[in-house]
């Protein structure tokens, strides 16, 4: 009975419900508009926090609440900080920093910028291990100092050098790169100089929503400071949104999405999207909405949010010292996406997701299981040792060790390489490239016993290497070829030796007579093989080596499919020998699809006279130039983005604004080189004509200034000399200063050394020659036109150059 009651009830219930759906999808279907398909319009949304998101997310914010993105940044307090504050002294270069408790406050009693001790609270934290940093604030006079959560006044922020290890659980002091010394409070790598500070170093990858907000001094004359190793002026009003790395700093700003969720019908689908950016679409948008912070670049233009096009914002470092070695893999800090860019797995459309889990920001799986989730071969072709020939567990059993071998930075700090490549030593005998077996099968015992100690990984060793360690390289080199012989026995005939894009980068870069036709040959190439970085290195290096070739090598790219590589074309199109063809393809250029190539072009069309302009290019070119002003004003706190400004100015005529900029350059950085030259020259170059030295008893106004600029400027690249005296465009620098002093004799010397310590820079090599023409020393500048001419592998400007020298010598012997 109960059966054939329950029966009734389920056939009356289910033409209930099914009228029910009917209705619903009636009344939903009237809701609907005629753009219903139309994309969701999110270009005004406003960030809400993730307070917004935990109504409806509670189980990722769960899997976010603790991760690195959620500590990124953080208020200092008894649950955020984990360095031991109770009155721990850390030693470093002669100086006795504490580390002690003020009340609730965290202090720090070190050198701040006068050089004296003094104390400092401790405001913030970055990160969680395998280290955490310690800042401090620096309000200017009336801006008060706080640590509010989403404060939108903060003012200039500098991180400590004192850092604590979470692992190890001690402080240590971290040196910048390859900078042993101690370093003067007026130096910019000093922890209160710029290259510390937070507002324009980190801010934009530590926070939410991060604005920079500096103000430039009104008048930037009136602000120069009266010796040039003073605080630079100005002033940060900095904010964020959220503190850390938040929901909204990868999804977009989320109003338009919470809008929509509480509505009765939201009306979203796949099509429309959710009224957020759309990381599904593709692997490549989603890796665009990781790179800005995962990848070393320049900015083209401030303000990306996630869903815009990664090159509209950005342009990547691309494939050169001290970043990367030839071949590609890291040298410097790349943040992932340079290195990505180039494996096999991003051209197979891999994206970050299907490693790292995008809440948690840890690995989906564990140990080798990252790699096999994926390649899930028979009989476990790669997970064995029949594959690595080494002992299950050992360190060569590990995937990532052969395929994405890890180099320290931070002194703690273990990155991987995320080019995920195989490892080949027979590269490394070539082109003196790291391989992840080598790294393994250094020998200590071959080496100096005094000289271990500083050898305890495989990156110090090369390092010594490369700073020409005959003893070390004796070694890497032995290593490196027991290696390739063992990577023979293993694989035999199979063994993977395909031409490598390095090949040709490695061969440019040192002059090899068949670097042409090796990079035109790259440039040719498409895929895995050639990837695009690659592709835009090959043409930035193809102009090093031979500009003309360049030239003609950019006109082939023009149509590249990639962004970096249509930068670079533009770049390299002034170097073609048809101006008209190539002002016409820069000015095709100006109307590019990416931001980053539409600037490029903007800029090397100003390298050609405005008659060579068409008259139809006009307004594209003046939006382009407006799009590069923007994005050089992002960086007003810097005075390399004046300078910039400035020669911008000036190639357009614009005289006054250039002056402008380089004043504005000196105020807000007064110890950087270059803005006095350029502002002096520009000044000179303005000066009425000149009177006779009788009918006038003193210098003018604008000559004392000139004066005062190159007197600053020698002292400034006098001191930069002194500290980086092993870099050739310093001495360079220094030797055409000197020589505009009238120090001939102190500006051969410097230039001199310059085209030494650049034994491949034909320019260099020029310059030397051009002095000995000037001082009609005659048979040194026949030495010199014959080494640049060498150099430049016989260019044509250089054979003119010659056969000049070889007149002048002519006409001073009477010969």
């Known amino acids: 009975m109960f059966l054939l009651f329950a029966k009734a009830k389920l056939r009356s219930f289910v033409p209930m419900t099914r009228c029910l759906i009917l209705v619903y999808c009636i009344m939903l279907a009237a809701c609907r508009g005629p753009n219903d398909s139309k994309p969701f319009d999110i270009t005004s949304a406003k960030y809400l926090g993730m307070q917004a998101c935990t109504e409806c997310h509670r189980e990722i914010i769960q899997k976010f609440l603790g991760s690195h993105h959620d500590q990124a940044m953080q208020v200092a307090s008894e649950q955020t900080v984990l360095g031991d504050f109770s009155g721990v002294e850390i030693e470093h270069h002669g100086l006795v920093s504490r580390m002690y408790r003020n009340g609730e406050k965290y202090m720090c009693l070190t050198e701040g910028p006068s050089g004296q001790m003094e104390d400092f609270e401790v405001k913030y934290v970055f990160g969680l291990t395998p280290l955490q940093q310690y800042m401090v604030e620096f309000p200017v006079a009336g801006q008060e100092a706080g640590s509010t959560v989403g404060k939108v006044d903060l003012p200039r922020i500098q991180v400590l050098r004192l850092c604590w290890n979470t692992e190890a659980k001690k402080w240590f002091y971290l040196p910048p790169p390859d900078v042993p010394e101690k370093l003067d409070s007026h130096d910019d790598l000093h922890w209160t100089g710029v290259a510390q500070r937070w507002n324009n170093m980190c801010a934009e990858c530590h926070s939410t929503n991060y604005e920079k907000n500096f103000s430039v001094p009104s008048d930037p004359a009136a602000a120069w400071p009266d010796a040039p190793l003073t605080a630079g002026q100005g002033q940060y009003h900095s904010s964020f949104s959220e503190i850390n790395v938040s929901c909204e700093a990868c999804h977009g700003p989320a109003s338009v999405h919470v809008e929509l969720a509480r509505q009765w019908s939201p009306g979203w689908n796949r099509e429309r999207g959710y009224g957020l950016a759309d990381l599904k679409v593709s692997a490549e948008n989603q890796i665009q909405a990781c790179a800005p912070c995962h990848s070393r670049r320049d900015i083209v233009m401030a303000g990306f949010v996630p869903g815009n096009d990664y090159y509209d914002h950005y342009t990547n470092q691309l494939l050169v010292e001290p970043v990367y070695y030839s071949d590609g893999q890291i040298l410097d800090e790349d943040y992932v996406h340079g290195s990505f860019i180039q494996s096999k797995m991003y051209h197979k459309g891999i994206r970050c997701t299907d490693c790292h889990d995008p809440h948690s920001a840890r690995l989906k799986q564990d140990g080798n299981a990252v790699c096999t989730s994926c390649h899930q071969h028979p009989s476990a072709k790669y997970d064995t040792p029949a594959h690595h020939f080494h002992k299950d567990g050992s360190p060569g059993a590990a995937c990532v060790n052969c395929h994405m071998p890890a180099t320290t930075y931070m002194e703690v700090d273990a990155r991987r390489d995320h080019s995920l490549r195989i490892p080949r030593p027979d590269l490394s005998i070539q082109l003196d490239t790291p391989n992840a077996c080598t790294g393994c099968h250094l020998e200590p015992q071959n080496i100096a016993a005094e000289k271990r100690g500083k050898l305890q990984l495989y990156q110090d060793w090369m390092l010594a290497g490369r700073n020409g360690d005959e003893q070390v390289m004796a070694e890497i080199d032995r290593a490196n070829r027991w290696c390739d012989e063992a990577c023979d026995r293993w694989y035999g005939t199979s063994r993977r030796k395909d031409p490598h894009f390095g090949e040709a980068l490695h061969a440019g870069q040192h002059n090899d007579p068949q670097a042409v036709e090796k990079l035109r040959k790259l440039l040719g190439q498409r895929g895995e093989q050639a990837p695009a970085i690659a592709r835009a290195t090959a043409l930035q290096v193809l102009s090093q080596v031979d500009p003309a070739e360049a030239g003609a090598a950019a006109v082939q790219a023009v149509d590249d499919e990639s962004p970096l590589v249509r930068a670079a074309v533009a770049v390299s199109l002034p170097f073609h020998t048809s101006r008209t063809q190539a002002v016409s393809l820069l000015e095709g250029l100006l109307s590019d699809s990416s ?5 490029s072009a903007a800029r090397s069309l100003l390298e050609f006279s405005p008659d060579q302009w068409s008259s139809s290019s006009g307004t594209a070119l003046r939006k382009a130039l407006d799009e590069v002003e923007q994005g050089l004003k992002y960086n007003n706190d810097r005075a390399g983005a004046h300078m910039a400004q400035g020669l911008l100015a000036e190639q357009q005529g614009r005289q006054q604004e250039a002056i402008r900029q ?12 270059g803005p006095r030259t350029n502002l002096a020259a520009l000044l000179e170059r303005n000066m009425p004509a000149p009177v006779s030295a009788a009918s006038r008893s003193t210098d003018t106004e604008a000559e004392q200034v000139v004066r005062r600029l190159r007197k600053e400027e020698l002292q400034l690249l006098a001191r930069d000399v002194q500290l980086l005296p092993e870099a050739a465009a310093i001495q360079y620098r220094y030797g055409l200063a000197l020589y505009v002093e009238g120090n001939s004799e102190a500006a051969v010397e410097h230039l001199i050394k ?7 820079d ?14 009609q020393r005659w048979s040194e ?9 060498r150099r430049s592998g016989g260019a044509s400007e250089y054979q003119l150059l010659k056969a000049r020298i070889e007149q002048g010598h002519k006409q001073s012997t009477g010969n």
């Open 595 to 599: 931001r980053s190539v539409r600037t």
């Open 662 to 673: 380089y004043q504005a350059a000196i105020a807000v950085e007064p110890g950087v080189a």
């Open 754 to 760: 310059a085209a030494q310590l650049a034994p491949d």
């Open 762 to 775: 034909a320019t260099y090599a020029q310059a030397v020659c051009l002095l000995f023409e000037s001082l």
């Open 781 to 789: 500048a026949m030495d010199w036109a014959e080494e640049g001419l």
